[in-house]
Every structure is written in structure tokens, then in C-alpha cells.
């Protein structure tokens, strides 16, 4: 098959996918990864990964943390900055080190492993929590700004550890190299990102307006996109680490509204379905009867952790337990995230096929649960604001 088929293929069985996924009230991510699933090696073999699909695919993963950072609201953080970042932080710390000591303990993973399998539980995907928000009317609330701050955070904490990890246990790292000068590296990176995002983005941007050319300001926000994500693995780091850190640069540019209408279509008309595809093509059944516990457990560790550390974060700064239980439930969902966390520790040789499989259903089914979950703590702690409103009506006649 021509990649010209392949791709007119995933494109069409995408659409398609994503299309039945909404239908049912699913995120879209989850049919379009079902299709490489079903289309792939795993169920009807019609798909295969090929060079073409993984070289799409990488350029998928840049761009989707590319749209990630550019999306990044940074004044919505800096407003709720306490109770957002203790929220992140504990719903990071509480799945994470849950599921490596799971993994190692219980399952005799290697510990680097055991981490990123941590690390892939740590992710959280704002977006279908947003959707369940503006279903229920909790958008414009408390609740909703510390999840969509603590999301803000949450992103750039995961995906810190994620280019850290990489650099350090992947194919990549070097066990010759001094530890003074790998910390080093990676200092100068992060000064670096901060240094170029704050200084030479804007003037970037600007000296590429006045070109008298069509597409001046897309075709600068992809410059610094792969730019930024080529300086990242010149140094060791992940490329979506770098991809990350200029959409979050431009995010603070006058420049971000337009760059969103431009660079969203270029990867999720494309770029984007592909990366998902791909991941299903990888997925095999052969052996995984063996790994229901696995799932299983991580399943319910996956769920608790996040719902636990958010909440608890939450009560810190005094929300009633309806309002922290909101928070928490608001920062169980996966999505993308753990999606792109999962294939860099794939890809990195950092878990095997059968894990592989079995946290991308990890993800899959906390994705699907965690909506369900947002919606029973939004109904009760409306019931219960109810129910409070009409004691007190009670007391007055």
C-alpha cells in the first residue's frame, strides 16, 4: 500500500472515529485511537507502521505539544497560583510514586521504569474536563479556575520530568558522561528556553510580520516549534519538551489568538491523527491476558491518586470537601498527555510492547471513567448547595 493510501486512509477512518466517539460522549482522542487499533496489526491488519507513519507521527507529537503550550493560560496560574500549584503537585506526587512503588514492589519492575510508568499516571488532559465544566455550568467558578490553573501547572510539571527522565534513563543517555556535566545540560536548557522565550520570540515574530510574504506569523511559530525542539535534543533533552516551551513563549505574545486559528488546523487536520494512529498500530493483544492485574490495578491507582491529591490540595486553602472532591475529580482525566508520555517511554526502550499496550488502556479507560466521575461530584455538590439553600429558607419561614 502507497503511503498516499495510507494516509487518505487514517485521515478518512479519523474523522470517522472521532466523529462516533463524540457521539457517545467520548473524547475524540479515544476513536482515533481505537481506529489504529482496529485498522492495525492488532485486529484487521489493514494499516502497518511504515517510516512514512513514524516519521508523520513524530512531527504529530511536536506539533500536538506545540498547540498544548500556545493553548497555556499562564495569567489564569499566576491568578490561583497557590492552590493550583499545590493542587498539581499533589496530584502528581500521589499517582506517581503510588504506581512506581506498585510496579516495583509488587511487580519487580527495574525502578526507572516503574517511574516513567508513574510519570505516565501523572499527566492530566484540561480539556475534557473543560468540556464536562461547561456542560455543568462550573466553568466561571472556584473549582473550575484552580483546575484550569493546576492543569496549566500540572503540564508543564509532567512534561519537565518527562525531558529529565528521557535525557537520563533513554537510549539517549550516556552512562560515560560525568553527572556534573549532564545537570549542567540541562540547567543550561532551561535557561536557555526562558532566556530565547522571553527575549528573542517576540522580535522573532515581529521581524517576520513585516516580510512581504503570505503566512509571516505561521510560518514563524513553526520555525521556533521545531527550533526550539531541535535546541532540545542538541542538549539532550525531549524535542516536545522544547516544542512545549515556544508555544508556551508565543502564549504570551500578542500573537497567540491568530497563531491558534493557524497552527490547529495544520495539526489536527494532519499531523495530529496520525501520531494517535500510530500509537495503535503499535498495540498488540498477543500475551496480555497475562497483565489484567497490571491494568487493573493501575486503573484504580490512576483514578484515587489524582483524585486524592487534588482534593486534599484543594482543602489546603480551605474549599469545602464538595468543592475540593470537584477538583480532585477534575484532575483524574489523561488524554493526550499520558498518550505522549507513554510513546516517548516506548520509544526510549523504557517499557516493552505488552506494558506499552497496557498503559495506553490504562489511559483509555481512566480517560473514559473520568468525565463520569466529574459529573457525580459537580450533581452532588449542587444537591447538597440545594439542600443547604433550602434548609436555610426553612429557617427563615
Known amino acids: 500500500m502507497s503511503y498516499l493510501v495510507q494516509l487518505v486512509l487514517i485521515l478518512i477512518l479519523t474523522k470517522i472515529g472521532a466523529h462516533l466517539?463524540?457521539?457517545?460522549?467520548f473524547p475524540s482522542v479515544i476513536g482515533e485511537l481505537l481506529v489504529g487499533v482496529l485498522a492495525g496489526p492488532a485486529v484487521?491488519?489493514?494499516l502497518t507502521g511504515t517510516t512514512f507513519i513514524q516519521y508523520f507521527s513524530e512531527i504529530g507529537v511536536i506539533v500536538l505539544m506545540f498547540i498544548a503550550g500556545l493553548e497555556g493560560d499562564l495569567g489564569l496560574l499566576m491568578k490561583y497560583w497557590r492552590p493550583a500549584l499545590t493542587v498539581a503537585i499533589l496530584g502528581v506526587i500521589f499517582p506517581t510514586l503510588t504506581a512506581a512503588g506498585l510496579c516495583a514492589w509488587m511487580f519487580d519492575f527495574p525502578w526507572t521504569t516503574s517511574a516513567f510508568i508513574g510519570l505516565i499516571l501523572s499527566a492530566t488532559s484540561v480539556s475534557i474536563s473543560v468540556q464536562v465544566l461547561k456542560e455543568m455550568g462550573k466553568m466561571n467558578t472556584k473549582e473550575g479556575a484552580i483546575i484550569l490553573g493546576a492543569a496549566v501547572a500540572d503540564d508543564i510539571i509532567c512534561v519537565i520530568l518527562l525531558g529529565i527522565c528521557v535525557a537520563l534513563f533513554g537510549n539517549s543517555a550516556s552512562s560515560s558522561q560525568p553527572m556534573w556535566l549532564m545537570i549542567s545540560t540541562k540547567l543550561l536548557f532551561f535557561v536557555l528556553m526562558l532566556v530565547l522565550g522571553k527575549y528573542f520570540v517576540?522580535?522573532?515574530m515581529s521581524f517576520f510580520g513585516k516580510l512581504n510574504t503570505s503566512e509571516n506569523y505561521a510560518t514563524a511559530a513553526v520555525i521556533l516549534c521545531f527550533g526550539f525542539a531541535a535546541i532540545a535534543v542538541a542538549l539532550g533533552m525531549s524535542d516536545v519538551l522544547g516544542a512545549y516551551f515556544a508555544g508556551i513563549a508565543l502564549s504570551e505574545t500578542k500573537y497567540k489568538d491568530i497563531l491558534v486559528?493557524?497552527?490547529e488546523p495544520i495539526g489536527y487536520a494532519i499531523f495530529i491523527p496520525v501520531f494517535f494512529v500510530s500509537i495503535g498500530l503499535?498495540?498488540?493483544f498477543k500475551g496480555l491476558q497475562h497483565d489484567i492485574l497490571f491494568i487493573s490495578l493501575l486503573v484504580v491507582v490512576?483514578?484515587?491518586?489524582?483524585?486524592l491529591g487534588g482534593s486534599l490540595g484543594a482543602r489546603l486553602f480551605n474549599l469545602t470537601w464538595s468543592e475540593a472532591n470537584i477538583v480532585g475529580a477534575g484532575m483524574i482525566s489523561r488524554g493526550e498527555m499520558a498518550l505522549v508520555v507513554t510513546n516517548v517511554a516506548f520509544q526510549a526502550s523504557l517499557i516493552d510492547q505488552n506494558h506499552y499496550t497496557a498503559m495506553i488502556l490504562v489511559t483509555v479507560v481512566t480517560t473514559v471513567i473520568a468525565p463520569i466521575i466529574l459529573k457525580i461530584f459537580i450533581q452532588h455538590s449542587t444537591n447538597t448547595q440545594q439542600y443547604s439553600n433550602d434548609s436555610i429558607n426553612e429557617v427563615k419561614l
Not at 466517539?21 to 460522549?25: G, K, R, Y
Open 282 to 284: 503499535n498495540i498488540s
Open 302 to 307: 490512576a483514578i484515587i491518586g489524582k483524585q
Open 21 to 25: 466517539s463524540n457521539m457517545l460522549n
Open 44 to 46: 484487521l491488519h489493514i
Open 202 to 204: 517576540p522580535k522573532f
Open 261 to 263: 486559528q493557524k497552527i
